[in-house]
């Protein structure tokens, strides 16, 4: 599969995106990548996908061939997302179908859940995470109600997050130690010792994780906007086994996107398990897309049968004479018109006819008087 490489403009910063379309499929498919990851987690939907659509992989900003800003507040949630609407006016403007994974998901949701943002949309898919807000208000609910044995147990999983919070520490023990990162969150997320993302190497690992540390700085300092009920299609995947993100954390999620438009998927794996179980998750990718692509075949077919019958009424009415009926009211309008022509014309001759008055012609002729008793 021949694929193309194109760097999208955002805000005057450089973004790497990498598409193909084998298939020459007008149905497009974006994917957004989460930590510590590159668009090549992706590699195995790609090769799938583009058998049937055209296909779309984004670097986020700050990981590898993506520009890394230096302020840290450029990788707040609201700031990355005018990135996917570049990128999907950079794949030609129409709607797409966005598919995130960790913190692709978190992002892909803050996207979906815009009531602007999402207009160019057809459907959303995020796997492996939740909603941030879902998240934060699961955290705030726990300790609220001094509930700390399920707050633990995320917090455990989690250990991560709060370990990103110290200034450049992290930045420097990923350069360092990025064999013992990778035997962390790689392998004990699902990945297997010969994955090539667990395989890269240390200067590769750097420049995909570094910038990104800033995402979970700003998830605590800037928190994200509350999500609105989506009004396109979503679908939560949640895997049993994930070492990183608890099941319990997806319990608020529909009741924050309340509505017909959100489902959960559960499924069994860790948390790579697009790259565990590619088969898998390619069927569900492709069997909600193809949902969605039915129901808006269905309803253009509906709008083009409407609009013919509605040009076949009209082309009817023009080109068919009157009816009977229409001729019969035609034919007794032209009498009564004829008639009442006849009557005004004799009226005009001889004038109106009361009795006792005079003819208004000037005539002798008088009206008969009754003969006084």
Not at 46 to 73: D, F, H, I, Q, W
Not at 95 to 109: A, E, F, N, T
Not at 204 to 212: L, M, N, Q, R, Y
Request: glycine share 8%; hydrophobic share 30%; proline share 6%.
């Amino acid at each position: 599969m021949q694929f193309h490489e194109q760097t999208v403009l955002s805000k005057g910063l450089k973004l790497y995106m990498k598409w193909a379309n084998p298939s020459r499929s007008k149905t497009t498919v974006l994917f957004l990548h989460g930590f510590p990851d590159d668009h090549e987690t992706w590699s195995n939907q790609l090769e799938a996908l583009s058998k049937k659509y055209r296909v779309a992989a984004l670097e986020m900003r700050g990981v590898n061939r993506s520009e890394r800003p230096a302020r840290g507040k450029s990788y707040a949630v609201r700031n990355i997302l005018p990135d996917i609407s570049r990128t999907i006016e950079a794949l030609g403007g129409d709607r797409v179908h966005l598919i995130g994974h960790d913190w692709g998901s978190m992002i892909g949701w803050c996207y979906a859940t815009d009531p602007i943002y999402s207009q160019n949309l057809l459907s959303y898919q995020g796997m492996s995470a939740p909603h941030p807000g879902t998240i934060l208000t699961y955290m705030g609910d726990k300790l609220k109600k001094f509930d700390l044995g399920p707050l633990g147990r995320q917090l455990l999983k989690s250990w991560y997050v709060w370990y990103f919070q110290l200034p450049f520490i992290p930045e420097f023990s990923i350069r360092r130690l990025s064999p013992v990162w990778r035997g962390r969150l790689l392998q004990k997320g699902g990945m297997t010792a010969d994955d090539p993302l667990v395989l890269k190497s240390k200067e590769e690992f750097a420049a995909i994780t570094t910038g990104s540390v800033n995402l979970y700085r700003q998830l605590l300092r800037r928190r994200p906007a509350k999500p609105e009920a989506p009004t396109i299609p979503t679908q939560q995947i949640i895997p049993s086994a994930d070492l990183f993100v608890s099941t319990e954390l997806y319990h608020g999620q529909a009741r924050l996107l309340s509505g017909s438009n959100y489902r959960e998927v559960p499924v069994d794996g860790p948390h790579w398990i697009h790259r565990t179980n590619p088969e898998l998750i390619n069927e569900i990718f492709i069997a909600f897309i193809e949902e969605q692509e039915r129901k808006a075949r269905g309803k253009l077919k509906g709008v083009s049968a409407g609009r013919q019958t509605s040009k076949k009424k009209t082309s009817q009415n023009q080109g068919r004479g009157p009816s009977s009926k229409d001729s019969k009211r035609s034919i007794q309008s032209s009498r009564n018109g004829k008639s009442s022509k006849k009557t005004q014309k004799k009226r005009a001759s001889t004038g109106s006819k009361k009795p006792g008055t005079r003819v208004a012609s000037g005539s002798s002729r008088t009206a008969k008087k009754k003969p006084a008793r």
